[in-house]
Each structure stands twice: as C-alpha cells, then as structure tokens.
C-alpha cells in the first residue's frame, strides 16, 4: 500500500460520512470485506453503511441501518443496535445494550456504558457482579463531545446533550440539557424560550452558547422567581392556621402536630415561623409570655435546657460527664433553639450556660479529641455547635470562661484537624456508606463556629467539591428521598463557602434551582411542610406536616433562593437558627 492510499483510507476514520461518495473502487471492496468478517460474528449492516477497520468492534449483537457509521478509534462492544442516518464519531465508546434510534449523533470521545460494575465493600472491584439496564436513545438526538451516559437512562426524541455532560437521568423529548450531572436548559422547540444558566453555555454543541447566553440564571422576572413569589404569599397567608394547628390550649404548650407530644422545640420553631412568615410572635402568647416560658425552662445548675418530661413537668438531665459535661442531645440543640427564638422575641436566656463556662481548654481539647469523627461526625458536629453557640450565648451576658483562652483553643483545634483535600472534618466516608455523615457534620459544626462566629471557612473550593459530589448521591436527593435535615445540610455550606469563591458556581445554582423547584411542591395547604422520610438511624419526625418540618424547609428555601438568584422575591429572610449572618462580628470581644 503506497502512502497515498494510506493517507485516503486513513480520512475514512476520521470522516466516514463521506465514504459513499469519495471512496475508490478498492476501498468500497476492501470495507464488503471488513463488513462480511463481522457479519460472521452476528452483525447486520443496511446499504451504505461504514465500518472503520481501526475501531474496536466487538459485539455480541451489531445492527446498523442504512446510511450509518462508526468511526476509527471507536470502541464498540455487547448489544447494539442502531437505526438509520447514525453516527458514532472518533474515539467514541458504545458498549453493553444500546438501542439508537434513527438520526443519531454521538460526538468525539463521548460514552455510552449500557452496564455497571458493583462495588459492595465484601469483595475486591475485579470480582464485583456487573449488571446492566441498558441505554435507550431516540430519533433525532445529538450527543455533543466528551458526554458520558450512564446505564438505564434514556434519551427521548430530539434531545440535544452539551459537550461533557453528564447523563444520569433519563431526558424527556426535545429536552437541550448540559452540566455535571446533564440537567435540562430548555425545549429544543422554544427557539427564544428561557434561558436558565450562561455559565454552563460554553458546554454546548457548536451554535447552541450563543442562543442561551444572554439573561442571566435565576431572573427574579423569570418563572422560578414567580413560582417563589406565589410560595410565599401562599405560604404567609395561612401561617396563622398552621400556628394554630400545633397549639394545645389546655396544655398550653406547642407540639410538632397534632396529636403529637408537646416539646420545647415545637415552641422555639412556632416563633421561628411566626418571625419569618407574620413578622410577629405567634398570636397564642404575649411575646414576653413566649419570652418568659421559654426563659423559665433553663436548668440553673447547667445552663442547659431539657426536655419536658413525659407527664408534661420540667424535665431532668443525666449526671455530668467527668469533664462537667452533660451528654443530651436534646438538651444540647435547645442551647441553639431556645436562644435564637429568645432574640426574635427580643429576649435572651437569663443565666450562662455553664457547662460551657466552666471547661477549660485543657478539658476543651480532650472532648474534641473524643469525639467520633471517623464513624459518627454528624454527632461530633452537632457537638461542637453546642458548644461553640453556649460559648456565644456567655460572651452575649458578658460572662468570662472559666479559663481563659477556650474559645481560641476550639477555632485552633479545628484549624489544625481540618481535611485540606475535603475542607472537612472526619473521615472521607466511601462509595458505599457515602458522604452524609461527612457533610452532615460539617454543617452543623460550622454553623455554631465559623458561621456564627462571622469567620471564613477553610479551603472553599475544596468543600465545594466534597458537597457537590454528595448532593449528586441518589441515596439522599433522589426526588422523593430528600429531607430538610439532608438539603440543609448540603444547601447552607454552598452558601457558607460561595461567599470566599465562585468555584463551580454554575453547579451550584443547577443543584439549587432543581431542589428549590421540588421543595416548592412539597408544601400542604394549611399545614405547612413535612420533614421528609426519615434520616440514617431513623431520625426525624417523618412526612406529616409539622413545625420542624416548616421551620426548616422555609430556611432551606431561602437557602436556596439566594443560591439561585431569586430569594429578594420570598419577602423573607432567616433571623433563628439557620440566619445566614453572623449571630456576632468576627472576633469574640463582648458586644458593647
């Protein structure tokens, strides 16, 4: 073979599309031969069909309609079948059970994987089981450069997916979708429709950045804005009613719904509802009613405060720990509850929390060391807010530690302890268990820390990462599987760390804006929101419509709002518990 002709056939594997046209007499003969070895192996061609002799053909089942091709350095194997006018472009992948439709498009070094690999932690990866759902594509669909779909998705007709997406979800017809994971744009039949993210413009096919890059994602004007306005004036107008509903006249007291048993929680997040939503404290009590119960409920040997106790009476702490401290998980969440609905009633709590107080440093840094960050970090986090707000709610009374020096010792330690690769504390978690006590933890301890306290959070970028990876996780985001625990959790640290870095904004707003559109649906008529299916461990009061579920659901909301563009249309904005100010200006000087 002369380089010419080398040179000719070698164009073929890059341009296949013009073989029918351009090729010689030898080469037409030499592409029947190539064509009758695979059909040996089962494979079916329709006239005027190209097969690059340099892409890896190895398949069970092959099928390719009139006028289609698969190009050199493609990698093609299992079951698949394609329809008329389909091209499978350089370096491509096309492997497990794959049905294209007619007129299909797969762009340069892009994957279609009609399979998956388990990875149960019982065995070594080489011996997992693999399993295989396949992929479905439809007529008329353009899959851009370097996209990759992943097994059980299917593409309707006349999608258009950008360059390095990311395709976990099936995509319904006509659907333009880009990003990490591929999330819908628009309708490939709205020409001049919306226009929902410029900053993931640049992933789409040739011709595609242009027509979407002009207003900006989250448009207060545009129908996700709308759709907020509509929540909260909705949501506002029944607010008395849902107040209402929790409130046992003859007890007294709130409870999460009815039916429910009262809890100190229950009156700190009706306070919360009835400040974000009515701009005032609920209608049952005086505010310095609200104020003085709530006040009342402290433990004055350990500032904390406990729960009811069944019958309904004060309720009783387990002894103190070594180091003073005293182990209740409830307690320790109203040291958050009870002060911030004590500020919005513009109160605060009339004594110290000593078991905060009294720890020195010494005994600081032996609880942290303590504390389970490799198996349970939510509960380590979740601590150290504890401490972190009691050492916050003592400089608000202008009461000094006990040793000086505690509060440094806290911001030192995590300092020192933090994951420069995650941005977190705590083990990385794994494929199988996942990220959400990581993440989980990370939200609640520096929400009482570096949130609270007004300090930037270590390594942005990297916690960006960590908590994208994990929002993606089908395990907890799966529509219908989200709770208020699990989106705050992910929804405050993009917030949290966005204000030190634009890292992956575009990312960002996509995941907001498609959990912002889910929450907005989750809210019932006169009752409010539910928490959600339970957590890990069970935690949670469940799907039922309740004050927890509302209180936090309305913060997530705002989270998310503001993460999208749109939370100036909500009316709203968090002043509790989840307030995204700081509760103090950076430092830990007394406020004068």
Not at 110 to 124: E, I, K, T, V
Not at 160 to 187: E, F, I, Q, S, Y
Not at 194 to 223: E, I, Q, T
Not at 281 to 288: F, K, V
Request: glycine fraction near 14%.
């Amino acid at each position: 073979m002369d380089a010419q002709t080398a040179l000719d056939d070698a164009y073929f594997d890059y341009c296949p599309w013009d073989f029918v046209g351009r090729a010689s007499a030898g080469q037409r003969a030499a592409q029947d031969a190539h064509q009758r070895r695979l059909a040996e192996s089962g494979a079916h061609f329709g006239p005027r069909c190209y097969v690059s002799p340099a892409a890896g053909v190895f398949t069970d089942t092959l099928r390719l309609g009139t006028d289609s091709y698969i190009a050199g350095h493609a990698y093609v194997t299992g079951e698949v079948t394609a329809g008329d006018d389909c091209t499978v472009n350089p370096y491509a992948t096309v492997r497990g059970r794959i049905t294209l439709g007619d007129g299909v498009r797969i762009g340069a070094h892009s994957s279609l994987l009609g399979f998956n690999h388990g990875f149960a932690p019982d065995r070594p990866v080489h011996r997992q089981p693999l399993t295989a759902k396949g992929i479905t594509v439809g007529d008329d669909v353009w899959i851009g450069s370097h996209v990759v779909v992943l097994d059980g998705v299917t593409i309707g007709d006349h999608c258009v997916v950008g360059a390095g997406a990311v395709v976990t979800k099936d995509l319904a017809p006509w659907t333009v979708a880009a990003g990490n994971p591929a999330r819908p744009l628009r309708d490939r039949r709205a020409q001049g429709g919306p226009r929902r993210d410029r900053a993931v413009s640049g992933d789409l096919p040739g011709g595609l950045s242009d027509d979407l890059s002009g207003d900006r994602p989250g448009d207060p004007s545009g129908d996700l804005g709308d759709a907020v306005a509509r929540f909260a004036d909705r949501a506002r107008a029944q607010a008395a009613d849902l107040l209402a509903r929790c409130w046992n006249p003859d007890a007294g007291r709130y409870a999460d719904r009815p039916g429910a048993p009262a809890t100190v929680r229950a009156h700190c997040d009706a306070v919360e509802i009835a400040d974000l939503l009515l701009g005032s404290p609920p209608e049952q009590l005086a505010a310095d009613e609200h104020a003085a119960r709530l006040r009342a409920l402290q433990d004055p040997g350990s500032g904390l405060v406990p729960e009811f106790a069944p019958d309904g009476g004060p309720g009783v702490l387990p002894a103190p720990a070594a180091d003073g401290w005293i182990d209740d998980g409830t307690a320790e969440y109203h040291v958050l509850a009870v002060g911030y609905a004590l500020d919005l009633l513009g109160s605060r709590l009339t004594q110290p929390v000593h078991v905060v107080r009294r720890m020195t440093a010494g005994q600081l840094i032996a609880r942290l060391e303590s504390l389970p960050w490799r198996t349970r970090t939510w509960s380590a986090g979740a601590w150290v807010d504890c401490w972190a707000t009691g050492a916050h709610r003592n400089l608000e009374l202008g009461v000094e530690d006990g040793e000086p020096g505690a509060l440094e010792a806290l911001f030192g330690w995590l300092t020192t302890r933090v994951d420069p690769w995650t941005g977190m504390w705590g083990t990385a978690g794994s494929p199988a268990a996942g990220r959400l006590q990581l993440v989980n933890g990370y939200y609640r301890l520096t929400r009482g820390s570096y949130a609270q306290f007004g300090f930037d959070v270590p390594y942005a970028e990297r916690v960006v990462d960590t908590v994208l990876a994990h929002g993606r996780d089908q395990r907890w985001f799966a529509a219908g599987r989200e709770n208020a625990c699990n989106v705050l959790d992910v929804a405050h640290p993009l917030w949290l760390a966005g204000r030190r870095s634009g890292h992956r904004a575009a990312e960002v707003r996509a995941w907001a804006e498609e959990q912002l559109t889910r929450a907005l649906g989750r809210w019932r008529d006169g009752a409010g929101f539910g928490f959600g299916p339970a957590g890990e461990g069970g935690g949670g009061p469940g799907r039922e419509p309740g004050l927890q579920g509302t209180e936090m659901w309305l913060a997530i909301v705002w989270l998310l709002a503001d993460l999208v563009g749109v939370a100036d249309r909500l009316g709203y904005r968090p002043r509790g518990v989840h307030r995204p100010e700081p509760a103090r200006s950076p430092g830990f000087a007394t406020p004068g």
